[in-house]
């Protein structure tokens, strides 16, 4: 198992280019930022992920442009990779996508993988001026047309939402960049079994496996059993090595962390009493102090 530290919440912005250092020099996989490209200031759509439908995090929590600032963080880094989780690519157009991703790609070698999702949040689609009720059906053709367009050849394009003829984008990364799926909706597994990974929202163990064991067989069926495929677990229980072992031997399994950031999964057992999370030299400390317990549990797997 290798560990992805998640920026969920973090609002210490400029402190994100010395944890993304840090991180790989402890020897984590990856880091992973999340993205809302208008967060109105009362929202009233439910949460799906708490019980009581509310967010965790107060309205004036900052959304860095995901691109900019994993690239950033990539430029800085030389091993490091990098993620959205998730990139609303429905609120985008293809050639916003395609053109964002491509050049985090190039400037980074490589190291970025695209994790997007339908999205949750009506208010942010009518500031943005896109139908919420078609948000699945229109990141299904972001996809597609993003993939044709980073090959730089020729593109044409028709479809329920977007159609362009004779379209070329330049430069284009020299690898795919892997799209991983966020989510849970049987639309949602469904749509992360036909890309490159899975996204996993906070579980526990046995009803995560579940659903890994679920986007198995729906990659036997839609016959990609045998490519690559990255799953990116959020466990809401310690691992075990029986419950990792348990799992599809197809996938490539990553967990991703939050050693400083309270949630309602689960205080931060990396903070000590006393400590101020908000202070970069504490992060660091949890992150060693994360890095130092799945050791002593043989769960670490250095990058």
């Not at 995901?66 to 880094?77: F, K, S």
């Not at 293809?94 to 985090?104: I, L």
Request: aromatic letters at 12%.
């Amino acid at each position: 198992m290798k560990y992805w530290i998640s920026l969920v919440n973090t609002v210490e912005v400029e402190q994100f280019i010395a944890i993304a250092q840090k991180a790989e020099e402890l020897g984590y996989e990856g880091i992973t930022l999340p993205d809302h490209l208008a967060y109105p200031a009362a929202p009233e759509t439910p949460y799906p992920y708490t019980e009581d439908g509310k967010v965790w995090w107060p309205n004036t929590n900052p959304w860095m442009d995901p691109w900019i600032t994993l690239t950033a963080m990539g430029v800085a880094t030389t091993r490091l990779r990098m993620a959205t989780n998730i990139y609303l690519a429905a609120l985008r157009d293809p050639f916003t996508v395609s053109r964002a991703t491509s050049a985090a790609a190039i400037l980074t070698g490589n190291r970025v993988a695209c994790g997007v999702s339908a999205g949750w949040l009506k208010e942010e689609f009518d500031l943005a001026g896109v139908d919420f009720s078609s948000r699945g059906r229109r990141l299904d053709e972001v996809i597609t047309a993003v993939r044709a367009l980073n090959t730089g050849e020729v593109v044409s394009h028709s479809g329920e939402f977007f159609d362009f003829k004779d379209v070329i984008m330049s430069p284009v990364p020299s690898k795919p960049v892997p799209v991983w799926v966020g989510g849970k909706s049987k639309a949602a597994l469904r749509r992360a079994a036909e890309n490159d990974g899975w996204l996993g929202v906070p579980l526990g163990n046995e009803a995560m496996k579940a659903v890994i064991d679920s986007l198995f067989e729906l990659r036997r069926k839609n016959g990609t059993y045998e490519k690559p495929f990255d799953v990116l677990i959020s466990a809401m229980e310690m691992y075990t090595p029986e419950f990792i072992e348990s799992l599809d031997p197809a996938g490539t399994y990553h967990a991703s962390v939050l050693p400083w950031t309270p949630s309602p999964w689960g205080r931060a057992f990396w903070v000590e009493e006393g400590e101020d999370h908000s202070e970069l030299d504490v992060k660091v400390r949890s992150m060693e102090r994360f890095k130092a317990m799945m050791e002593r549990f043989g769960l670490w797997e250095s990058a």
